[in-house]
């Protein structure tokens, strides 16, 4: 098969119609507000005879207590009157409080005057106990103009992923959930050194193959723009391009030092921004240079990622988990992409996310987004709109924030800038940068349950979305996907594991002929913590109305409609659970080719409505020519603006 080029889904040298409102505003620090002094009166108190003191109405209760309290009197100089009883906790210990509120450093030493009484066994501060809010310092993060809208909660912004909840979550012995221990691999443009992610990136690969001998006047390395092929250097030397004759022109975007930044820039350390998932650790993978890349490329790079074996290349000694794929090409999925896709989640657990492409279609995606088994991202503005340049249509799984999205870049036109004044941030567009943010989840999702699959993953995510807002483009249309994007509700639900979840395909899925049989495969699972499945189900959800049999089981099949307006059928795959009636639902959209164009009878006599050769000739015409619409991608170069 032909190998389509893919290109990043970041801005295209033509502005994206974002249809939103600006972010602007010089970056400056919030001051944190001064916090009250601290105070203490409770003391935990445990005696060596528990049971003179068991109760506080006993007799040897209150000399114990008065004792406590003319110890408490000396310790600080009359500071203290007395000690008041408050009641018995589990373990015989008494919780004591003292006459008035005192300083740490007083209570403190009042602690340790008490402790030496023959009497006491121990004794403490009854602590006053906190949840652990994390909220990052990052300059970004704390800018009044908000540039990192998208990490928070969805008040100010609708739209916003909520990934500030998802941090205050804890795993056992508080670990804060951020992605810790989990491997993401960013197949893009490279990754340029910055301040703010050199310390979580992994060992990087260029992937970026020579191109043929005089495909473009001479013996060059036009893509790989590095003057060789593969190698271990993943940097990324630009791909600019300044030659109208080889692509679309204009400077170097940097693409994958920014989906790198989206996913794990250092996160608070007072200064830069803060990355979605901060504690993951990121393989930049080299798939694009100038003029974008290849599947043949890309391919090898999945499979490289999570830790398959690849020609000529050494192992990968730190697999990922998660593969983001911020790229596209014309056509529909390409068989060399579905079967890496299958191989590394069946051989690997791996998950893939794909973003859905930025050429403003509203009823189709680009490959790898199109094909099964991804997580197809689309963009969604502040507001929680789509806005005219996301591209949404059948295989879109949900959405993510995607413009206004703030990261890490290189300061350089065309080659990269070095040293002094080299790092630098910028706010960008597109489907691009709402994938790294479902890929920030998805490890989130990873550390919290380490054996979790990618079918489970992918139901987490869809059914833990909110709802699009009523009256917005992608309220009821399922090719915007299920939802918005919500990192802390996914989360949430990993770690509670008490729902079921499920998947869904479909056979063939794409350029279904009118009148075949269409085979649908659910499958689905329960969390440790849930009952058992009670049922699943089938239903439709959009296009034509079919007749689905066996709707109640795993496997169900139809025949597509002969005629119709519409050519793509929308079906949902429920499994409920028995006792606690949790449901887990995933799509999965059929694309039939183009309705057939009506032909009508010239009214003759003799003719009794039969097709001329000529009528035949236009209808095939007709046909052809909407297929290749259908199969048309992004394929243009993405600038840095």
């Known amino acids: 098969m032909g190998a389509a080029v893919p290109w990043a889904h970041g801005e295209t040298k033509l502005p994206l119609d974002l249809g939103a409102r600006p972010r602007a505003g010089a970056v400056s620090p919030t001051v944190p507000a001064a916090q009250p002094a601290e105070k203490l009166q409770r003391l935990l108190v445990k005696f060596k005879d528990a049971s003179a003191a068991r109760e506080p109405g006993a007799e040897g209760a209150a000399r114990l207590v008065n004792r406590m309290s003319r110890a408490a009197y000396l310790a600080t100089a009359g500071q203290v009157q007395g000690l008041g009883y408050l009641r018995t906790t589990a373990g015989e210990h008494h919780v004591m409080l003292t006459d008035r509120l005192l300083d740490r450093a007083a209570m403190q030493s009042l602690v340790k005057s008490l402790a030496r009484d023959s009497t006491v066994e121990s004794v403490s501060i009854d602590e006053r106990m906190a949840a652990h809010a994390f909220s990052p310092n990052d300059t970004a993060f704390v800018d009044a103009a908000n540039p990192q809208w998208y990490l928070k909660a969805p008040t100010t912004d609708l739209g916003a992923a909520n990934f500030a909840g998802a941090w205050n979550r804890t795993l056992g012995g508080a670990i804060s959930v951020s992605g810790a221990g989990v491997v993401v691999a960013v197949l893009d443009s490279g990754y340029r050194p910055h301040i703010d992610l050199n310390a979580n990136l992994l060992t990087a690969y260029d992937f970026v193959s020579t191109d043929p001998f005089n495909q473009y006047g001479g013996n060059t390395v036009l893509t790989a723009n590095d003057g060789n092929g593969r190698d271990i250097d993943a940097e990324d030397p630009g791909d600019g391009n300044s030659n109208a004759a080889y692509c679309q022109t204009g400077p170097s975007s940097w693409h994958g030092t920014r989906v790198a930044g989206i996913i794990s ?17 990121v393989i930049p993978l080299r798939v694009l240079g100038v003029c974008g890349g290849y599947v043949s490329d890309v391919v090898d790079a999945m499979r490289w990622a999570a830790g398959l074996s690849v020609n000529g290349v050494t192992a990968n000694a730190n697999s990922a988990k998660v593969i983001n794929l911020s790229l596209g090409g014309s056509g529909s999925c390409n068989s060399l992409y579905q079967a890496a896709i299958n191989e590394v989640r069946t051989q690997r657990k791996a998950t893939v996310v794909v973003s859905t492409g930025n050429d403003g279609y509203e009823n189709s995606i680009t490959q790898p987004a199109n094909c099964q088994n991804v997580i197809a991202v689309t963009a969604h503005r502040p507001d929680a709109n789509s806005p005219r340049f996301a591209n949404v249509g059948a295989g879109t799984t949900l959405s993510a924030p995607g ?15 070095t040293g002094a004044g080299a790092d630098t941030f910028i706010s960008a567009n597109g489907t691009s940068f709402a994938a790294p943010l479902v890929a920030s989840v998805a490890a989130m999702l990873y550390q919290v349950k380490p054996l979790i699959s990618p079918d489970e993953v992918a139901s987490r995510l869809v059914n833990s979305v909110r709802a699009f807002p009523a009256g917005l483009y992608c309220s009821g249309r399922s090719s915007c996907g299920a939802g918005l994007l919500d990192a802390d509700a996914a989360v949430a639900m990993v770690l509670s594991d008490d729902s079921p979840f499920s998947s869904a395909t479909a056979s063939p899925y794409t350029s279904v002929a009118r009148g075949a049989t269409v085979t649908l495969q659910g499958n689905a699972g329960v969390g440790a913590n849930s009952t058992a499945l009670a049922t699943v189900q089938w239903s439709q959800v959009s296009g034509p109305a079919v007749v689905l049999s066996n709707p109640n089981g795993y496997t169900a099949t139809f025949v597509t409609p002969a005629t119709s307006n519409d050519d793509v059928l929308v079906f949902r795959f429920r499994a409920t659970t028995l006792t606690t009636a949790r449901t887990a639902d995933s799509y999965v959209a059929v694309t039939m080719v183009a309705a057939p164009v009506p032909v009508t009878s010239s009214g003759g006599g003799g003719g009794g409505g039969s097709t001329s050769l000529l009528e035949l000739l236009v209808l095939g015409a007709l046909v052809i020519c909407s297929l290749f619409l259908r199969r048309r991608g992004t394929q243009r170069p993405h600038p840095d603006k």
């Open 265 to 281: 820039a250092v996160t608070d350390n007072n200064s830069g921004m803060a990355g979605a998932a901060y504690g993951a650790k």
């Open 403 to 417: 413009t206004a999205i703030y990261s890490t870049s290189n300061s350089g036109s065309y080659a990269p800038a």
